[in-house]
């Protein structure tokens, strides 16, 4: 079982958004705790009342509302009854037993999991304590609660399971725009909170894997002067389908200004995933024979890293991002360093050539098996002449330790005037 929490200002929208779900057939309020009347008898408005009497006794509490989602595992599938029983005990175990609550059970997804909807505001005014409350009181409670009811256990699984987002179907959801709506929310879900990035291009590189752009519209659009965004669906030529989605009209509210949030948070953060990345990168040109940035990019793969290569209309390489599924951090290339840049790694792919042509030169059975790869082999004829030619500017990226300061030199009988 996993366990998100999420916290809000809005019991209203948070109410309004399972409500909804209800409403088109999506979802099933099972269970409502701690209310005066039975669920049978309950309403939108009164389900609501009963949150907003509690928060009218703490007017200072910024963040009142707590939504939580209780997700299992795909081959688990549980009753009603039992899914309520689960979440009685996890609010139980967080603290918040006495707390009025609903839970509903959704169908929107892949795998079975259920919404409880609650606030923080207890019956004397006083606050229930949020802060780091999926760390102290929620993992805790998880791996009990998979034991107490044989629940297929998260922990270990996070590793195996990295990578098991799938880029969407775009042949199934190009022409409704409630399902490119689920289907880019499924997306956002896992990029938004998972990964680390600290632009927006960086945040493309990592939706664009799944056939999902974040879009500002050109300068001139109204879009873009109001400081809007769209999502939008891409084929599988990476051109856009389907109806854009306002960012507004997703629950998690992934705006501009959500986004510039965690540019600024994720800069920091993914500072020591840099090292990881820098190491793959070099250690992938110790034990390979990389001849081309498209061979690089093979090699990194099985690092567990996406090497997307920035091309012009032309072909012409000018620009690469990095996106490390293990540390889950988002690099351009010059951030990292000259070295990891795309004219960086092209002249090292150019040395790898000439040095490897040298060594082979008087062996041509030897350097035929070593260019079997046609990409390399490909790269090798298209840039070789234009390798040796420019040659010189090669080594122009000395690493710093091996650059010497200048001495100064001081003459005798020379005065400033």
Known sequence: MVAVIKTSSSIRGVLNYNENKVDIGKAECISAVNYPLDLEKLNFTSKLNRFLKLAELNTNAKRNTVHISLNFDPSENHSKEKLAEIADTYMEKLGFGRQPYLVYQHHD?????????????????????????????????????????????????????????????????QYGKAESRKAINAVLNKVLFDYKYSSLPELNAILNLYNVHADRGSEESRVFKNNGLLYKILDQNSKPIGVPI?????????????????????????????????NALKLSFLRENIFSPEKL???LEGEGIHMILRK??????????????????????????????????????????????????????????????????????????????????????????????????????????
């Open 109 to 173: 997804a892949g795998h079975p999991h259920c919404h409880i909807v609650t606030n923080n505001i207890q019956r004397d005014g006083k606050r229930i304590d949020l802060h780091l409350l999926g760390i102290r009181k929620s993992e805790p409670a998880r791996k009990e609660i998979e034991e107490m009811f044989g629940l297929v256990k998260a922990e270990g699984r996070k590793q195996k399971e990295q990578f098991s987002l799938n880029p969407i179907d775009v042949g199934r959801v």
């Open 246 to 278: 306002k960012a507004s009209e997703f629950y998690s509210r992934p705006t501009m200004k959500f986004l510039e949030g965690k540019f600024k948070t994720n800069e920091t953060e993914k500072e020591s995933c840099k090292k990881y990345v820098k």
């Open 297 to 299: 990019s093979k090699v």
């Open 312 to 417: 012009s209309g032309e072909g012409q390489l000018y620009g690469i991002t990095y996106v490390d599924h293990k540390t889950r951090s988002v690099f351009n290339g010059s951030s990292l360093g000259k070295e990891f840049s795309a004219k960086g790694i092209q002249e090292s792919c150019a040395i790898n050539i000439l040095a490897f042509e040298k060594k082979h030169q008087n062996s041509a059975s030897t350097y035929s098996e070593n260019f079997q790869d046609s990409e390399s082999r490909e790269y090798v004829i298209e840039n070789l002449a234009d390798i040796l030619l420019r040659a010189e500017k090669i080594n122009d990226y000395v690493s710093k330790q091996f650059k010497q300061k200048k001495k100064r030199r001081f003459y005798k009988g020379f005065k400033n005037s």
